[in-house]
């Protein structure tokens, strides 16, 4: 274990793969409810580490052919839940509730609920017995790159969090689950259901998935609607996001700003607090307090009990957005731009002369 933050004045615990006990899982069966973005990568994951996994489904399950085909052992998820020693709940937050009613008869003393995600127990909405552990193995990443981590024999950070602990052994257990999938090999970090929760729930909605959509849609709406093409908005906007993206996630805002030009970190640093202004942070502030309250939780599992009519009316919106149909247009177009290259520039010069 290392401590991250040794010079600053709060400390993180970080474990990695030394500091996990494989014998707390490796005699275990391991049930794996779900198998989408999250269990298709945990069951495979632990599966190839040597763990008894059992794949839960329902009967007429759309994922059954692909866990079967993977080699996996399927089953409905009441009878995976009896064999196994540990229940890893990866359906959808908003069926694990009535997953887990179906489930719970077959939870014996010391089992072990295992989350990827703290929704559910954070919310009330699962109430466990006392007598079974409660964990969380929560791997910050999509569950397809917790997959290909593995394989390329990389990890995937994640987090840890224990809720019960009735059994005097949930968090070696939890690490060594993270050892099995991939987790430990990056590092992992332990936290709390509700930390995990509201800033999981924070970052999606105001940065990562939410912030960072409005962004682009405001920016391309901006350099389409000032007369400029659509292409050109579309490349500027959101295609380069990644690639700014990615010297971020290698080394931080100062390897962005180290690899772009002089121009654009002054033009940057300048104008994009005028963008991300006080009022943004205002409304991040709120939109904060509604994760906290239990007032987004509350919207969601509203929405979810009439069948989503928002849901669906946003979804089709983001999909009908004119940025959607010029990046598929263009990205159908990427093989074939080296042909571009030898066409004249004949656009008219639009130089700007500045005063002194
Ligand atoms: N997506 C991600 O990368 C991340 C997710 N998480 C958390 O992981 C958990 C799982 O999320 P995610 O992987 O996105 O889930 P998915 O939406 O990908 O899960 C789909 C799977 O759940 C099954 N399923 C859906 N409804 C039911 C049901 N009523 N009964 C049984 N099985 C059902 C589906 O099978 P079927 O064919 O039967 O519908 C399918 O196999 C959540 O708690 C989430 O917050 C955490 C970190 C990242
Ligand atoms: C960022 C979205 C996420 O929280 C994730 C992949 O971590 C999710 O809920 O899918
Ligand atoms: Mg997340
Ligand atoms: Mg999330």
Redesign the pocket.
């Known amino acids: 274990m290392s401590d991250a933050n040794a010079d600053t004045e709060f400390t993180i615990d970080v474990y990695y793969d030394d500091d996990a006990d494989r014998s707390q899982i490796d005699d275990k069966t391991v049930a794996v409810?779900?198998?989408?973005?999250?269990?298709?990568a945990h069951a495979q994951n632990l599966a190839d580490s040597g763990v008894d996994v059992v794949v839960?489904?329902?009967e007429?399950?759309?994922?059954?052919d692909a866990?079967e085909s993977d080699g996996l052992r399927v089953a409905t998820?009441v009878e995976a839940a009896a064999q196994a020693d540990i229940v890893s709940?990866?359906?959808?937050?908003t069926?694990?509730p009535?997953?887990f009613e179906?489930i719970k008869g077959e939870l014996e003393p010391g089992n072990t609920l295992q989350?990827?995600?703290g929704?559910?127990i954070h919310y009330n909405q699962i109430q466990p017995p006392e007598d079974v552990d409660v964990t969380m193995i929560?791997?910050?990443?999509?569950?397809?790159l917790?997959r290909r981590n593995y394989e390329n024999g990389e990890g995937t950070p994640g987090l840890l969090a224990v809720y019960q602990d009735a059994t005097g052994t949930a968090k070696q257990e939890a690490l060594a689950y993270a050892h099995a999938i991939g987790c430990t090999r990056a590092g992992v970090v332990e936290t709390t259901f509700r930390e995990e929760t509201e800033t999981?729930l924070f970052g999606e909605q105001a940065v990562l998935c939410g912030g960072i959509a409005s962004l682009i849609k405001q920016g391309y709406e901006t350099l389409v609607d000032a007369g400029y093409s659509k292409e050109m908005a579309y490349f500027e906007c959101l295609n380069e996001m990644k690639l700014i993206v990615d010297l971020m996630y290698e080394g931080g805002l100062g390897a962005m700003w180290g690899s772009v030009s002089d121009t654009a970190e002054f033009g940057g640093l300048t104008r994009g607090d005028r963008i991300i202004d006080e009022h943004a942070r205002a409304n991040m502030e709120a939109v904060l307090e509604e994760v906290q309250s239990g007032e987004f939780a509350q919207e969601w599992i509203t929405e979810n009990q009439a069948n989503r009519p928002k849901y669906w009316q946003l979804r089709a919106q983001e999909e009908n957005h004119e940025i959607e149909e010029v990046g598929a247009r263009l990205r159908g177009l990427f093989a074939w731009a080296e042909e571009d290259e030898e066409t004249e520039d004949e656009s008219e010069d639009e130089r700007i002369t500045l005063s002194e």
């Open positions: 409810l779900g198998y989408g973005s999250q269990g298709h839960g489904l329902r007429d399950s759309s994922s059954r866990a998820p709940v990866l359906v959808p937050d069926v694990q009535s997953v179906d989350f990827a995600h929704f559910n929560a791997p910050k990443s999509p569950g397809h917790v999981d």
